[in-house]
């Protein structure tokens, strides 16, 4: 079965700092892979996605992730962090064995230090 | 277009009330789910509609749980005898299919809390 860890449940970087939220997956196939963001109060955005094209997938707002299957990791980074990007995010894997359900891990929450 | 909505955004019960709440996926979407987020928690998987097939319930936590979809579309999620440990946001969300590469949009959430 898939699952997916997050290994930092709060990272704190000062804005114009690079940005590195990491996740783990487990998985027995190949897996698509997502993250998502949770800003206060508002929906869950897509931030990107990958699906066995490109390792290196570039998201929205400057965000970027790396598959590495070696390590099976999937970590979110961002060269410089503003003040906007404050926030929750969530690394994601689509179980195959399910009807693609999301399954979610904890969440990590990113505050940015002016 | 139109995103997912979902109604009401907020819900207060008390203690062994049923209540219901309601999507609207986006139109055209055949896959749609439903998570819920408790507090400090990541989302977990509720139950799965993809068109006219009988749905995956594998996620509700009790039989007091209940879903079903209309006509291929709105969706509804019915608690009955709600418990406070049900106190949590619901997601809806919807996607073309269910695929790897298809992503799933999410509603705003209704926040329900048991009292």
């Known amino acids: 079965a898939q699952s997916v860890t997050q290994l930092d449940s709060h990272v704190s970087v000062s804005e114009g700092t690079p940005v590195l939220l990491r996740c783990n997956y487990s998985?027995?196939?190949?897996?698509?892979l997502f993250w998502y963001v949770q800003h206060p109060n508002k929906g869950l955005q897509l931030l990107l996605k990958y699906t066995s094209a490109a390792t290196l997938v570039k998201g929205i707002n400057g965000f970027e992730a790396e598959f590495k299957k070696s390590e099976t990791s999937f970590h979110l980074t961002k060269p410089s962090a503003h003040m906007s990007d404050a926030a929750e995010y969530f690394c994601v894997v689509s179980d195959e064995d399910s009807n693609y359900q999301l399954i979610w891990g904890a969440g990590t929450k990113l505050i940015i230090k002016p | 277009g139109a995103g997912v909505s979902q109604s009401p955004s907020n819900k207060v019960t008390e203690k062994g009330k049923d209540v219901e709440l309601r999507c609207d996926p986006i139109s055209g979407h055949t896959a749609l789910y439903w998570y819920r987020q408790s507090l400090g928690q990541g989302l977990e998987f509720l139950i799965y509609?993809?068109?006219?097939?009988?749905?995956?319930k594998s996620g509700l936590p009790s039989d007091r749980f209940s879903a079903e979809r209309t006509g291929g579309s709105v969706s509804t999620l019915t608690i009955q005898r709600t418990q406070q440990e049900d106190s949590a946001v619901y997601l809806c969300?919807?996607?073309?299919?269910?695929?790897?590469?298809?992503?799933?949009?999410f509603g705003p959430g209704t926040r329900l809390t048991v009292l």
């Open positions: 509609f993809q068109g006219n097939s009988a749905p995956d």
């Open positions: 969300a919807s996607s073309y299919r269910a695929g790897p590469t298809d992503t799933q949009y």
């Open positions: 998985s027995s196939y190949s897996p698509s």
